[in-house]
C-alpha cells in the first residue's frame, strides 16, 4: 500500500511539470480575493465567482478567499459574483502576465423583505469538487428550521440522511452506523469534548456566533483526524469591523446577548447563553422536573496589519461552557460539567501562492457524578488536551493543489468510576502523538477531480499505532455537465474514547479516557460511491451507498468482578446502506426529501447485535416557503422504524445479597429481578412527527426584531421512548409543544 501510495504521488508531479512545461510558452495571470458581506465584513463562505468569457470560476472557502489560476492575460474579462442573499456585483478585470490581481469584494445584503430562501445544498461551482459526504450549512439555514426550543445546529443534523438520533429528548446524533464518540466536533479548529448541554438536548455552541458549518458525513479527507465515524468543521464570526453593535434574545429555556465591533486595525466579538426557566423541560422530560441550569460564553478578536505581516491574520478565541443539576435534597445525585477552550490562530497568504495556518490550542473538560445518598456510581473525569498545528497549501497554475501539515499533540486524561457490581477504577494516562498528512487535489480537468493523500503517525496516544499510516482518497467524475459519479475509501484510527453505559436511555454527559495500550487503537475502513444529477435549474437527485467495518472498538466491561479484570474490551461495527434524496428551490421555495436505508451490527465476544440506534428505514421532508415581506413558513415531517430495545420476559424474587437487612415491598429480603431477553433483538413502533415554523423579520430603523413561532408535533403523535424496566410503564416522546423565539439586533 505504502508503494502504490508514493508511485502515485511521483506520478502526478510528473503530470504537474509536463502540463507546466507545455503552458510555459502562454502569458497567464492569476486573480485572488476575499468577498466579504459590507454591512460587517464577515467572510462570504462558499461565495460563486464567475468570468463570463471563459465560463470558468471559484467558490470561496471557509474564510471568503478565492483564487482562479491561469487566466489569459491582457484581457478585460466580466466577473460575476454571486451569492443567495445578497446583490450581485459584476467588475471588469483585467488579467496582467504573470501578474497576481489581488481584489476585495463587498456583496450588499438584500432588504430583508426581499431575501430569497436559502438554498439547501448550494452547489458550488466547480464541477469537479470531490465533495461525496459533505454538507455544506449556512447558519440562515438553521435558523429557518422548526425548533424544539430554539435553533440548535446538532438537532439540525438530524435531518441529514444517514444521520440518526435516538429521540425527541436528545441532540446526539449517530452518523452511518458510527458511534456517538467517533464523532469529531471542531469549533474553529479545536476539538470540543462535550458539545452538548442539558442532558444532550442540544448543543453548547451559540449559533449566534457561528459563520460557517461544515459537516462531512464519511470520506473526510487527510487534514482530519481522530475519529472514525464524521467530522463537524464550525468555524465563527470575526465579529463586525464597521460599527459596534449587540443582539438580545429570549426563548422559553434561554436568555442570550452578543456584542461586536471593530477595534483598532481588527474587530472583536463576545456572546453568552444563560438558562433562565426550566419548566420547558418538563415537556422533554416525561413532566419530570430537572434543575438545570447551565451557561456558555465565547470571544475571539482579530488583528490584522501590514505594518505587521502584510496579508496576515491573528486571531485569539474562547470558549465556556459549564452544566449543572443540583437537587434541593441530598437524596438525590448531582452532576457537573464544563468545556474551556483557548485558541491562538497565525493565517498566512503568500503571493506564490501558498496559504499557511498555524494553531496552538488547548481544550479542557470536567465532569463529575456525585451520588449523595442515591444508589448511582460516582464518576470523576478530567481531559486536557494541548495541540500545535500547522497547515500549509499550495496551488499550482494547473489548479492543482498540494496540502501537507503537522500536528502535535498531548493528552492527559483522568478518572475515576466504579463499575455495577462497586468495583473501583482508577484510568489515568498521559500521551503524545506526532502526525504528519499529505495530500494531492488534481483538479486540472472540468470533468475529474481527485484527493488523494494519507496521515502518518510518527508517535501514537496508543502505543499501538506508532508508524502507522491512513490512507485516504476521494473523487469526482462529471459524465456529463448534468451527471457527477462520486466515490471516496480511507482508513481512519480513534485512540479516545467515551466512557459510557450503551444501554442508559437518557446519557447526561460521555467520560473521556485514552483508550489503555492493552488494547489496539480503534480502526475503520470505510467506502462510499454515489451520483448526483441535476434534472433541472431548479432540481436535483443525490444516491450515495456506504459500508464501514470498524475494528478494535473498545467497550466497557460489564462482567468486570475483580479490580485487575479490564476495564475495556474490544469489540466490532459494521454498517452498509443506502442514502436518497431530492431537493428542489427557488427564491420562493425550497422542498428537501431524503431517505435512508441501513444495517448496523455490533460484536462483543462473538456476541452480535443491534446497537441502540440502529434505524432500518428513515425519512424527512422539509418545506420552506418565502410569503414575501420577510414571512417564512417551514414545516417537518419525520419518519423512522422503531428503535431496537431489550425485552422484559420476566422476573422473580431474588434474595437482596448487597442489602439483606432492606425490606422489600413483600415485608421480606427478597428484590425483583428481571430476566431479559436477546439485546435489543425487540423493536419499538414506527416514529413520525410533524413540526412547523413561522419567522417574521421587522426593520425599526436601525433595529431588526425577529420573531419565531413554533410547533412541535403538531398532531400530537404518541411516539414511544422506552418502557420502564420495573413497571412496564410506557414512557413518550415530546407531545404537541408550542415555543417562541425573541430577538433584537441593534
Same mark, same amino acid.
Given at each position: 500500500?505504502?508503494?502504490?501510495?508514493?508511485?502515485?504521488? +511521483?506520478?502526478?508531479?510528473?503530470?504537474?511539470?509536463?502540463?507546466?512545461?507545455?503552458?510555459?510558452?502562454?502569458?497567464?495571470?492569476?486573480?485572488?480575493?476575499? %468577498?466579504?458581506?459590507?454591512?460587517?465584513?464577515?467572510?462570504?463562505?462558499?461565495?460563486?465567482?464567475?468570468?463570463?468569457?471563459?465560463?470558468?470560476?471559484?467558490?470561496?472557502?471557509?474564510?471568503?478567499?478565492? *483564487?482562479?489560476?491561469?487566466?489569459?492575460?491582457?484581457?478585460?474579462?466580466?466577473?460575476?459574483?454571486?451569492?443567495?442573499?445578497?446583490?450581485?456585483?459584476?467588475?471588469?478585470?483585467?488579467?496582467?502576465?504573470?501578474?497576481?490581481?489581488?481584489?476585495?469584494?463587498?456583496?450588499?445584503?438584500?432588504?430583508?423583505?426581499?431575501?430569497?430562501?436559502?438554498?439547501?445544498?448550494?452547489?458550488? /461551482?466547480?464541477?469537479?469538487?470531490?465533495?461525496?459526504? @459533505?454538507?455544506?450549512?449556512?447558519?440562515?439555514?438553521?435558523?429557518?428550521?422548526?425548533?424544539?426550543?430554539?435553533?440548535?445546529?446538532?438537532?439540525?443534523?438530524?435531518?441529514?440522511?444517514?444521520?440518526?438520533?435516538?429521540?425527541?429528548?436528545?441532540?446526539?446524533?449517530? %452518523?452511518?452506523?458510527?458511534?456517538?464518540?467517533?464523532?469529531?466536533?471542531?469549533?474553529?479548529?479545536?476539538?470540543?469534548?462535550?458539545?452538548?448541554?442539558?442532558?444532550? @438536548?442540544?448543543?453548547?455552541?451559540?449559533? =449566534?456566533?457561528?459563520?460557517?458549518?461544515?459537516?462531512?458525513?464519511?470520506?473526510?479527507?487527510?487534514?482530519?483526524?481522530?475519529?472514525?465515524?464524521?467530522?463537524?468543521?464550525?468555524?465563527?464570526?470575526?465579529?463586525?469591523?464597521?460599527?459596534?453593535?449587540?443582539?438580545?434574545?429570549?426563548?422559553?429555556?434561554?436568555?442570550?446577548?452578543?456584542?461586536?465591533?471593530?477595534?483598532?486595525?481588527?474587530?472583536?466579538?463576545?456572546?453568552?447563553?444563560?438558562?433562565?426557566?426550566?419548566?420547558?423541560?418538563?415537556?422533554?422530560?416525561?413532566?419530570?422536573?430537572?434543575?438545570?441550569?447551565?451557561?456558555?460564553?465565547?470571544?475571539?478578536?482579530?488583528?490584522?496589519?501590514?505594518?505587521?505581516?502584510? !496579508?496576515?491574520?491573528?486571531?485569539?478565541?474562547?470558549?465556556?461552557?459549564?452544566?449543572?443539576?443540583? $437537587?434541593?435534597?441530598?437524596?438525590?445525585?448531582?452532576?457537573?460539567?464544563?468545556?474551556?477552550?483557548?485558541?491562538?490562530?497565525?493565517?498566512? /497568504?503568500? =503571493?506564490?501562492?501558498?496559504?499557511?495556518?498555524?494553531?496552538?490550542?488547548?481544550?479542557?473538560?470536567?465532569?463529575?457524578?456525585?451520588?449523595?445518598?442515591?444508589?448511582?456510581?460516582?464518576?470523576?473525569?478530567? @481531559?486536557?488536551?494541548?495541540?500545535?498545528?500547522?497547515?500549509?497549501?499550495?496551488?499550482?497554475?494547473?489548479?492543482?493543489? +498540494? =496540502?501537507? #501539515?503537522?500536528?502535535?499533540?498531548?493528552?492527559?486524561?483522568?478518572?475515576?468510576?466504579?463499575?455495577?457490581?462497586?468495583?473501583?477504577?482508577?484510568?489515568?494516562?498521559?500521551?503524545?502523538?506526532?502526525?504528519?498528512?499529505?495530500?494531492?487535489?488534481?483538479?486540472?480537468?472540468?470533468?475529474?477531480? *481527485?484527493?488523494? #493523500?494519507?496521515?502518518?503517525?510518527?508517535?501514537?496516544?496508543?502505543?499501538?499505532?506508532?508508524?502507522?499510516?491512513?490512507?485516504?482518497?476521494?473523487?469526482?467524475?462529471?459524465?456529463?455537465?448534468?451527471?457527477?459519479?462520486?466515490?471516496?475509501?480511507?482508513?481512519?484510527?480513534?485512540?479516545?474514547?467515551?466512557?459510557?453505559?450503551?444501554?442508559?436511555?437518557?446519557?447526561?454527559?460521555?467520560?473521556?479516557?485514552?483508550?489503555?495500550?492493552?488494547? =489496539?487503537?480503534?480502526?475503520?475502513?470505510?467506502?462510499?460511491?454515489?451520483?448526483?444529477?441535476?434534472?433541472?435549474?431548479?432540481?436535483?437527485?443525490?444516491?450515495?451507498?456506504?459500508?464501514?467495518?470498524?475494528?478494535?472498538?473498545?467497550?466497557?466491561?460489564?462482567?468486570?468482578?475483580?479490580?485487575?479484570?479490564?476495564?475495556?474490551?474490544?469489540?466490532? *461495527?459494521?454498517? $452498509?446502506?443506502?442514502?436518497?434524496?431530492?431537493?428542489?428551490?427557488?427564491?420562493?421555495?425550497?422542498?428537501?426529501?431524503?431517505?435512508?436505508?441501513?444495517?448496523?451490527?455490533?460484536?462483543?465476544?462473538?456476541?452480535?447485535?443491534?446497537?441502540?440506534?440502529?434505524?432500518?428505514?428513515? #425519512?424527512?421532508?422539509?418545506?420552506?416557503?418565502?410569503?414575501?415581506?420577510?414571512?417564512?413558513?417551514?414545516?417537518?415531517?419525520? /419518519?423512522?422504524?422503531?428503535?431496537?430495545?431489550?425485552?422484559?420476559?420476566?422476573?422473580?424474587?431474588?434474595?437482596?445479597?448487597?442489602?439483606?437487612?432492606?425490606?422489600?415491598?413483600?415485608?421480606?429480603?427478597? %428484590?425483583?429481578?428481571?430476566?431479559?431477553?436477546?439485546?435489543?433483538?425487540?423493536?419499538?413502533?414506527?416514529?413520525?412527527?410533524?413540526?412547523?415554523?413561522?419567522?417574521?423579520?421587522?426593520?425599526?430603523?436601525?433595529?431588526? @426584531?425577529?420573531?419565531?413561532?413554533?410547533?412541535?408535533?403538531?398532531? !400530537?403523535?404518541?411516539?414511544?421512548? $422506552? $418502557?420502564?424496566?420495573?413497571?412496564?410503564?410506557?414512557?413518550?416522546?415530546?407531545?404537541? *409543544?408550542?415555543?417562541?423565539?425573541?430577538?433584537?439586533?441593534?
Amino acid at each position: 500500500m505504502r508503494l502504490r501510495v508514493s508511485t502515485l504521488f +511521483i506520478l502526478i508531479f510528473v503530470l504537474n511539470s509536463v502540463f507546466q512545461q507545455q503552458t510555459s510558452a502562454q502569458q497567464f495571470g492569476k486573480l485572488r480575493g476575499v %468577498v466579504t458581506d459590507s454591512s460587517n465584513g464577515e467572510a462570504l463562505v462558499y461565495c460563486n465567482v464567475y468570468i463570463q468569457e471563459l465560463k470558468t470560476g471559484a467558490s470561496t472557502n471557509e474564510r471568503g478567499l478565492f *483564487l482562479i489560476n491561469s487566466i489569459p492575460a491582457n484581457i478585460f474579462y466580466t466577473v460575476i459574483v454571486s451569492y443567495v442573499g445578497y446583490e450581485s456585483k459584476i467588475l471588469s478585470i483585467q488579467i496582467q502576465p504573470d501578474k497576481l490581481k489581488d481584489i476585495s469584494i463587498r456583496l450588499k445584503p438584500l432588504n430583508i423583505e426581499l431575501q430569497p430562501i436559502e438554498k439547501i445544498g448550494e452547489k458550488i /461551482i466547480q464541477k469537479n469538487s470531490t465533495d461525496i459526504g @459533505l454538507e455544506r450549512i449556512s447558519i440562515r439555514q438553521v435558523e429557518n428550521l422548526p425548533k424544539g426550543v430554539e435553533t440548535d445546529i446538532m438537532r439540525s443534523l438530524q435531518y441529514l440522511p444517514g444521520v440518526k438520533s435516538t429521540g425527541d429528548i436528545s441532540g446526539r446524533y449517530y %452518523v452511518r452506523g458510527g458511534s456517538g464518540d467517533q464523532n469529531l466536533v471542531l469549533l474553529n479548529g479545536v476539538t470540543i469534548y462535550a458539545p452538548f448541554h442539558s442532558l444532550g @438536548l442540544f448543543s453548547s455552541i451559540d449559533p =449566534d456566533m457561528i459563520n460557517s458549518i461544515e459537516f462531512f458525513k464519511g470520506g473526510f479527507t487527510s487534514e482530519y483526524s481522530g475519529r472514525l465515524s464524521s467530522v463537524l468543521n464550525v468555524l465563527t464570526k470575526n465579529g463586525n469591523n464597521n460599527k459596534l453593535s449587540a443582539t438580545g434574545s429570549l426563548s422559553f429555556l434561554t436568555g442570550k446577548g452578543l456584542i461586536e465591533g471593530p477595534i483598532p486595525n481588527g474587530s472583536f466579538i463576545a456572546t453568552t447563553r444563560f438558562s433562565h426557566s426550566d419548566k420547558i423541560l418538563k415537556k422533554f422530560l416525561n413532566d419530570e422536573s430537572v434543575p438545570i441550569d447551565f451557561y456558555d460564553v465565547s470571544a475571539k478578536l482579530n488583528y490584522s496589519s501590514p505594518d505587521v505581516f502584510n !496579508n496576515a491574520k491573528f486571531s485569539l478565541f474562547t470558549f465556556l461552557s459549564s452544566d449543572n443539576i443540583k $437537587y434541593p435534597d441530598n437524596i438525590r445525585e448531582e452532576y457537573g460539567w464544563k468545556n474551556f477552550l483557548l485558541n491562538f490562530e497565525w493565517i498566512q /497568504i503568500y =503571493d506564490a501562492p501558498f496559504f499557511s495556518r498555524l494553531a496552538i490550542s488547548a481544550s479542557n473538560f470536567e465532569g463529575k457524578i456525585i451520588p449523595n445518598e442515591s444508589n448511582l456510581k460516582p464518576i470523576d473525569n478530567e @481531559l486536557k488536551d494541548v495541540s500545535i498545528t500547522f497547515d500549509l497549501n499550495a496551488v499550482f497554475d494547473s489548479k492543482d493543489e +498540494i =496540502d501537507v #501539515g503537522l500536528l502535535i499533540k498531548t493528552l492527559d486524561t483522568q478518572l475515576l468510576m466504579q463499575n455495577k457490581t462497586g468495583v473501583e477504577s482508577q484510568l489515568d494516562r498521559f500521551a503524545g502523538n506526532i502526525g504528519i498528512y499529505a495530500k494531492y487535489k488534481l483538479l486540472r480537468y472540468d470533468f475529474f477531480g *481527485l484527493d488523494i #493523500g494519507s496521515r502518518f503517525n510518527v508517535t501514537g496516544l496508543n502505543a499501538n499505532s506508532a508508524g502507522t499510516f491512513e490512507p485516504r482518497a476521494s473523487l469526482t467524475l462529471r459524465a456529463t455537465d448534468k451527471l457527477a459519479l462520486k466515490g471516496s475509501a480511507g482508513m481512519y484510527l480513534q485512540e479516545v474514547t467515551a466512557v459510557s453505559d450503551e444501554d442508559e436511555i437518557i446519557s447526561v454527559f460521555d467520560p473521556w479516557i485514552l483508550i489503555p495500550d492493552y488494547l =489496539d487503537p480503534a480502526k475503520g475502513i470505510s467506502y462510499s460511491a454515489g451520483l448526483e444529477y441535476d434534472l433541472s435549474d431548479e432540481s436535483r437527485l443525490q444516491i450515495e451507498g456506504y459500508y464501514r467495518d470498524s475494528k478494535n472498538i473498545p467497550i466497557l466491561n460489564q462482567q468486570k468482578i475483580y479490580s485487575d479484570d479490564p476495564d475495556l474490551i474490544s469489540g466490532t *461495527l459494521n454498517s $452498509y446502506g443506502w442514502e436518497f434524496g431530492f431537493y428542489m428551490h427557488n427564491n420562493i421555495y425550497s422542498i428537501s426529501t431524503s431517505y435512508s436505508l441501513s444495517w448496523v451490527y455490533k460484536t462483543v465476544n462473538d456476541y452480535v447485535y443491534y446497537p441502540k440506534y440502529d434505524t432500518r428505514h428513515s #425519512g424527512n421532508i422539509l418545506l420552506e416557503y418565502n410569503f414575501g415581506s420577510s414571512w417564512n413558513l417551514s414545516a417537518i415531517w419525520s /419518519i423512522s422504524s422503531g428503535l431496537p430495545f431489550t425485552q422484559l420476559i420476566s422476573y422473580y424474587d431474588k434474595y437482596n445479597i448487597e442489602n439483606p437487612f432492606e425490606v422489600g415491598a413483600g415485608g421480606n429480603s427478597f %428484590v425483583p429481578y428481571l430476566v431479559l431477553a436477546d439485546k435489543n433483538l425487540g423493536r419499538l413502533p414506527a416514529y413520525h412527527r410533524l413540526d412547523f415554523g413561522l419567522s417574521k423579520k421587522i426593520m425599526v430603523g436601525p433595529t431588526v @426584531l425577529s420573531f419565531s413561532l413554533n410547533v412541535i408535533n403538531a398532531y !400530537n403523535r404518541k411516539n414511544i421512548f $422506552y $418502557y420502564e424496566r420495573d413497571s412496564g410503564k410506557r414512557v413518550n416522546m415530546l407531545p404537541f *409543544l408550542f415555543t417562541a423565539t425573541v430577538k433584537v439586533e441593534i
